[in-house]
């Protein structure tokens, strides 16, 4: 049984950090591209940033510079850490595992709030 189970979301000022965490279970971590999308109240899903399994990155734009996506494939866990919080970035954050070939899986979200 696949297993992606998020912490670290909550409520922050603008300006602030926090560090989400996503440890997997029931896959083969280290072949996985794991990323991290995001939903705003009344938007769509998107993406905020992946990681493949060689390490490279990719980001949205909205948060180049702000946003750190991380693996640890010994720990079978995926970060991002996430400073100079705007108030758009409060959404609901997914934790996503995902192969080209098949394989999409799926945290349960967990909810960030930046505040004014």
């Known amino acids: 049984q696949v297993q992606l189970v998020e912490s670290g979301g909550g409520l922050v000022q603008a300006g602030g950090s926090l560090r989400l965490s996503c440890a997997a279970s029931?896959?083969?971590?280290?072949?996985?591209?794991m990323g991290w999308y995001r939903q705003a109240p009344g938007k769509q899903r998107e993406l905020v940033a992946s990681?493949?399994?060689?390490?490279?990155?990719n980001y949205a734009d909205s948060v180049k510079g702000r946003f750190t996506i991380s693996r640890d494939n010994a720990k079978n866990t995926v970060y991002l850490q996430m400073n100079s919080l705007k108030p758009e970035d409060r959404a609901v954050y997914y934790c996503?595992?995902?192969?080209?070939?098949?394989?999409?899986?799926w945290g349960q979200g967990n909810q960030v709030t930046v505040s004014t």
């Open positions: 996503n595992a995902s192969l080209d070939w098949g394989g999409d899986y």
């Open positions: 990681i493949i399994r060689s390490g490279s990155t």
């Open positions: 029931g896959i083969t971590f280290t072949i996985y591209t």
